[in-house]
């Protein structure tokens, strides 16, 4: 197998048991690609996860600038997808954790964010591509900021200095000098473990999943030679059962992510008591 960690492929595609290989398990190796233009050593190029991600945000516009640019009252197959989709984030996440009134200004962020998010994570499964983008700590972590800076910035906005103060904290005079303590480690979870751990929820589920998936597919072709044969078949049907289960794990985690977005939102809308 090729020492270079930059291969495009997990494998080598001449490898099997009983050739006198070793097992070609997948690793960090399997998550990073060459540039497909400029150079990696000048930190200026584009990649196979940069190209995923714009063709992902083109899809996402395409589809629903296909679907709502000339509406109809009685909507067509992809007019009623569309609302569908749009409909359920509307209701189900942002109505039900902020409420209509303060809601629907917000509404177009987060319906954003779950759909590409989703469509970042369905790249996993899709022919060709087989790659989460989501799996690169990067992007979880740039989508994690832009809901940071929208949450701090609203809450001060909402509340002023002070009462954003408190209302990061969760300052309460009444509990004595443990409301210093408390307030602190408030403070901390607030402003630095929470955007760390919505980015991180996000990336390690999607990292995890790849790993496995990849883990079964090359266990299949590494096994496919003589009596390993019938070990293939098992691996083969794992890498069924792991991209049904998957593509159920793509959804949710999209789901999480935005649900999250909405509670933040709600909190820095919410009055300190």
């Known amino acids: ?23 070609p398990a997948p690793g960090l190796h399997s998550f990073l690609f060459e540039p497909l ?127 954003a103060f408190k209302n990061f904290t969760g300052f309460d005079k009444t509990l004595g000098p443990v409301a210093y303590l408390a307030a602190f480690i408030e403070l901390f979870s607030n402003l630095l473990v929470r955007p760390f751990t919505h980015a991180v929820r996000l990336f390690a589920n999607m990292f995890a999943g790849h790993t496995l998936l990849l883990l079964f597919t090359i266990a299949s072709w590494y096994m496919l030679n003589g009596i390993g044969i019938a070990y293939a078949g098992v691996s083969f049907v794992m890498v069924i059962v792991m991209t049904a289960f998957e593509l159920f794990i793509q959804a949710v985690q999209a789901y999480v992510f935005v649900l999250l977005t909405a509670t933040y939102l709600q909190g820095a809308l919410a009055e300190h008591h």
């Open 37 to 163: 233009w400029g150079d990696a050593d000048s930190n200026v190029y584009f990649n196979k996860t940069m190209l995923l991600a714009l063709l992902g945000s083109i899809i996402i516009v395409g589809f629903f600038w296909a679907a709502f640019a000339k509406p109809k009252l009685v909507p067509g197959k992809l007019q009623m997808v569309a609302e569908a989709g749009y409909d359920f984030i509307r209701r189900g996440v942002v109505y039900e954790t902020m409420g209509k009134r303060e809601g629907d200004k917000y509404v177009p962020l987060i319906v954003s964010l779950f759909f590409f998010v989703w469509m970042m994570n369905l790249w996993s499964i899709v022919p060709v591509a087989q790659f989460p983008v989501t799996s690169i700590i990067s992007y979880p972590a740039v989508l994690a900021a832009i809901v940071y800076i929208t949450w701090v910035s609203l809450t001060f906005k909402r509340h002023g200095f002070v009462g």
């Open 1 to 23: 197998m090729s020492a270079d960690p930059t291969q495009v492929l997990a494998f080598e595609t001449d490898c099997h048991l009983f050739d006198g290989c070793g097992f």
